[in-house]
């Protein structure tokens, strides 16, 4: 049997499953909940300074967006960092933690970018026995308007600063919360580290208008007749986030840097995903979120059967195997060809395939009298846009042209070295081998 | 080959081969990947799910959907098997409809519940598929526990038994083990021999000795068995059955349904299985329909069942009954048998309508005559004679809610035993629950 323990910049939980920094982790009676239905760690509701909290808004605070069946498949949400007062969630949290010391308990913390204001509070929350922090750099509706949130996970020399106050205050290890609303993640990455991060959280929610409302011309959630920006997350973001993290860690200066993979994780899959794409561990919301608590006995019990099946003994064995394998297009092998192939015993004739193929791609598609639809060689550039819009799993398949083939389509034979754009002809800069 | 469709009498090789492969095919095939999935979606992972709690064996319903969903079908049925060590037979054999699949919220909001018994087929499946029994044994205790009756119940407390790491002898009194799965269950529900085969998966867990063509009561004393193990299992199921107490009733066509039905399913060749042109089953639950059923698909051109109550009073269920009708069953209600006609050969049986007066079912002078060659009885089934010393309750032998008989160190589960359903599913929990009871009381003495 895998071994799930996991040891995250140096905080050692049953399983890589944490909760993240969210309503499922807002309070003791979710926390305790979540701890006995199996969850590895919590990242807390976001902590902020003593004081009068922040309120929030008494309707709703989500939008979403549903597959036809209403599977939840993104969650939009304007809700801010914890409601309830600071000394309330340090003396919850001081309990919960001496009650599940075998579990990671981590303080999400967000308060202005002022040097004495995180210098005060990280001494007081370190008393409550908790496992390390995470620094929300992320939120990003309602406290960026603040300074706080996103407003300071934009700028990489704020990052780069509070981290170094941060790590100037506390021994514990520091996590940085990174927001996904830059253009390169790269930036904030390259701050935390700089500034001493033990590791990097990705991703927070997305700036996302879910919809709107025709009747009231307004954006949902809709309060009073007006709405804003909320932050997006659920199945829908994960691809963005994978991208994020792998980005991270494929970079050379951030490579190595621990992750913490967030955005979408629903299912072990895509917890393997991330973990492959170089996350030590993943945080999970919206699947908490929309399933309840119980969901984690699934991401275990998955990641265990696969992890034994593929031979992997402990998570650390998984983190950042497909990393080598993340590269830049310019260094895509351009002599790797391939051919859709029908199989016409699966095929049910829907024809998808070819309208996609005949409007949109290549006519590399064939429709007969009698609807038999089949691929020509000579045509297919092999872009598998027909994979995807094909409702029968496997129906069309990519076929590798084995080195020596005729491509049909080019007149050329199929060679059995790669060779990429940076040596191709067609490229001005290319560095041809002589 | 020719089908004698229309022989007169009892008669064998009614339909042909391939009619009788068609018609004993699978009653709910199992699923192609593709058809799970799509299955495994309209699941809802319901909170604290109302289909766990219409599981007798309580299987975690909504988690193992979601495995199945989520690509790990063997995780699947792991979380199947902790909980129902039977959960093979049960995805064939439960009446999904009145239990889990009742109880699905989609059922209540469309009326199409999410196929929980098709779903626990292919999880189940592609574990045993692959050979792999998920349990081990826990350290041996050096208890030894006596068992008696190979069927669901016993299986299902040996088993659980032996995880406990306690040693096993099940005395079974016929040759073959699996109890009603073998002999009973309709062939159409369990079909490949899947009885045997899954008792042999069982038996993988080690620790569990079968020791065929040994009854209790017949040369084995309840007392021998006592003072030979430190506890008792009492799993036998109900082995005799309710008369018409009609003259005529000895004749050689007028038969016990369940026998009827164990002939079938060890027949080698069901083209050589005789059976009549036109057929009459007396009763209104389970068997009286596989019997009416079987006896279709076997070719009979007649064949009714006749209940002496209402329709809604049939214990089979609504889709037990529907089956028998799809299938060109009749089913007359409010009628009981009062003469067996021919003379010693059968000929037909004459019928009373019935009514009810205060309460009470009476027969009236109004009275039909339904021709046949052969008659099933399926009015219930009762228990064969048990050792002195057990207290009854009703019929039955008398429990507590794990099992325990009014003799310490005995327990009892599965259809001998008071309360439940007389059900595979109802004897699996129950067989399973003595057995923690059984591990805990041999703990605490130890
Ligand atoms: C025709 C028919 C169809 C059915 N169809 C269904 C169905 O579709 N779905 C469903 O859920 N349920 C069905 N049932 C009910 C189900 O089969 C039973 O509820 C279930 O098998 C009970 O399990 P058990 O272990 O208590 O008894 P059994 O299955 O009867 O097993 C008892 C075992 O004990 C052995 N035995 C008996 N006496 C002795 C003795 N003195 N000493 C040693 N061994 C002994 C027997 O040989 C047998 O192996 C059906 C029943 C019948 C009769
Ligand atoms: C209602 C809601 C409130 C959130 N509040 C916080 C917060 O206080 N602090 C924080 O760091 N992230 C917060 N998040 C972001 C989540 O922690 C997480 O990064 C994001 O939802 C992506 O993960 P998911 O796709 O699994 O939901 C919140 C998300 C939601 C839906
Ligand atoms: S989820 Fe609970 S708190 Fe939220 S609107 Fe519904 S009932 Fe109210
Ligand atoms: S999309 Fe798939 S199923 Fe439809 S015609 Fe094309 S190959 Fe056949
Ligand atoms: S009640 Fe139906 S939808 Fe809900 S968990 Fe059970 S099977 Fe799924």
Redesign the interface.
């Known amino acids: 049997m895998a071994d799930l323990t996991t040891t995250f910049c140096g905080i050692t939980s049953p399983n890589p499953f944490w909760l993240a920094s969210a309503p499922p982790t807002d309070k003791e009676y979710n926390v305790r909940r979540a701890f006995e239905a199996g969850w590895g760690g919590v990242v807390w509701k976001t902590l902020g300074d003593d004081g009068p909290p922040v309120v929030n808004v008494n309707g709703p605070r989500y939008g979403a967006i549903w597959g036809a069946d209403r599977r939840l498949l993104g969650l939009n949400n304007i809700e801010l960092i914890t409601d309830r007062p600071l000394q309330v969630n340090l003396d919850e949290m001081t309990r919960v933690k001496k009650d599940y010391p075998d579990r990671a308990l981590i303080a999400s913390v967000m308060v202005p970018c002022e040097e004495a204001a995180w210098k005060e509070i990280l001494p007081r929350i370190a008393e409550t026995g908790c496992d390390g922090f995470e620094l929300n750099f992320g939120c990003p509706h309602g406290m960026a308007e603040r300074g706080m949130g996103s407003a300071v996970g934009q700028v990489p020399e704020y990052i780069e600063m509070v981290t170094r106050w941060c790590k100037e205050t506390t021994d514990l290890p520091v996590i940085v919360k990174l927001t996904p609303n830059v253009t390169n993640i790269l930036g904030p990455a390259q701050a935390a580290k700089d500034g001493g991060a033990d590791a990097v959280s990705l991703i927070n929610t997305i700036n996302s208008i879910t919809s709107v409302n025709l009747d009231t011309m307004s954006p949902e959630p809709m309060i009073d007749g007006k709405g804003t920006h909320g932050g997006y997350c659920g199945p829908a973001v994960k691809p963005i986030a994978l991208n994020m993290v792998a980005e991270i860690a494929r970079n050379p200066t951030t490579h190595g840097m621990p992750i913490s993979g967030i955005g979408g994780v629903t299912t072990w899959r895509d917890a393997a995903e991330f973990i492959a794409l170089g996350a030590g561990n993943v945080q999970v919301c919206t699947a908490a979120m929309t399933y309840g608590f119980k969901i984690v006995e699934e991401m275990i019990s998955g990641l265990s059967q696969w992890m034994d099946e593929q031979g992997h003994a402990r998570v650390e064995d998984v983190v950042g195997r497909a990393v080598p394998n993340v590269t830049d297009w310019q260094y895509l092998n351009l002599n790797y060809v391939t051919k859709a192939r029908i199989s016409q015993d699966d095929c049910i004739k829907c024809g998808r395939c070819y309208a996609a193929c005949e409007d949109t791609s290549h006519q590399a598609i064939s429709m007969s009298e009698d609807r038999v639809f089949e691929v020509m060689d000579d045509e297919c550039v092999a872009c598998n846009l027909c994979v995807n819009v094909c409702p029968v799993e496997d129906c069309i398949t990519m076929e590798t042209l084995a080195p020596g083939a005729l491509d049909e389509r080019t007149g050329k034979t199929v060679e059995a070295d790669p060779a990429n754009w940076t040596v191709h002809p067609n490229n001005p800069s290319a560095t041809a081998a002589e | 080959m020719t089908e004698h469709l229309r022989a007169s009498g009892v008669a064998a090789g009614r339909v042909s081969q391939d009619s009788i492969d068609a018609n004993f095919s699978d009653l709910h095939p199992a699923y192609a990947p593709?058809e799970a999935m799509v299955a495994a979606?309209?699941c809802y992972?319901c909170?604290d799910a109302p289909c766990i709690t219409a599981c007798p064996t309580a299987i975690d319903i909504?988690?193992f959907i979601?495995?199945i969903?989520?690509?790990?079908s063997?995780?699947a049925a792991?979380?199947i098997l902790e909980q129902n060590i039977l959960g093979g037979m049960c995805a064939r054999v439960c009446p999904t409809e009145t239990l889990c699949e009742q109880a699905c919220v989609r059922e209540a909001a469309e009326g199409k519940p999410v196929e929980i018994g098709r779903l626990q087929r292919h999880a189940t499946d592609t574990l045993m598929a692959q050979d792999v029994h998920p349990f081990t044994r826990a350290d041996a205790t050096g208890k030894t526990v006596a068992v008696v009756g190979a069927g669901p119940a016993g299986l299902a407390c040996a088993h659980r038994l032996a995880m406990h790491g306690h040693d096993v002898v099940i005395f079974e009194a016929r040759a073959k083990g699996g109890g009603l799965n073998e002999f009973g269950i309709a062939a159409y529900k369990s079909t490949e021999d899947f009885a045997q085969k899954e008792l042999d998966w069982l038996l993988q867990i080690g620790g569990i000795e079968i020791r065929y063509g040994q009854a209790l009561g017949e040369g084995l004393s309840l007392t021998s068995l006592q003072s030979d193990f430190d506890a008792v299992f009492l799993g036998m199921g109900l082995g005799g059955v309710n008369a018409l107490a009609l003259e005529g009733e000895e004749t050689d066509h007028v038969i016990d349904a369940v026998a009827f039905i164990a002939d079938l399913r060890q027949a080698e060749d069901l083209t050589a299985l005789p059976v009549g042109r036109r057929v009459v089953v007396i009763g209104g639950g389970m068997t009286a329909v596989d019997a009416a059923v079987q006896s279709k698909l076997l070719g009979a051109e007649d064949v009714t069942i006749v209940y002496r109550r209402g329709q809604e009073a049939m214990s089979a269920s609504k889709y037990e009954q529907d089956l028998a009708q799809q299938k060109g069953v009749r089913i007359v209600c409010n009628a009981a048998p009062v003469g067996i006609e021919g003379n010693g050969s059968l000929s037909g049986v004459t019928f009373a309508y019935t009514e009810a007066q205060d309460g009470k079912l009476v027969v009236t002078d109004e009275t039909f005559t339904l021709p046949a060659d052969q008659v099933f009885k399926a009015i219930g089934q009762t228990l064969a004679e048990t050792p002195e010393a057990l207290k009854l309750d009703g019929r039955k032998i008398s429990v507590d809610d794990v099992g325990r008989t009014s003799v310490a160190g005995v327990w009892a589960g599965g259809d001998c035993a008071a309360g439940g359903d007389d059900l595979t599913v109802t004897a699996v929990a129950e067989g399973r629950d003595a057995a923690l009871d059984i591990h805990a009381t041999l703990a605490g003495a130890s």
């Open positions: 593709h979606d309209r992972f909170h909504p988690l979601r495995q969903a989520t690509g790990t063997e995780a792991e979380t």
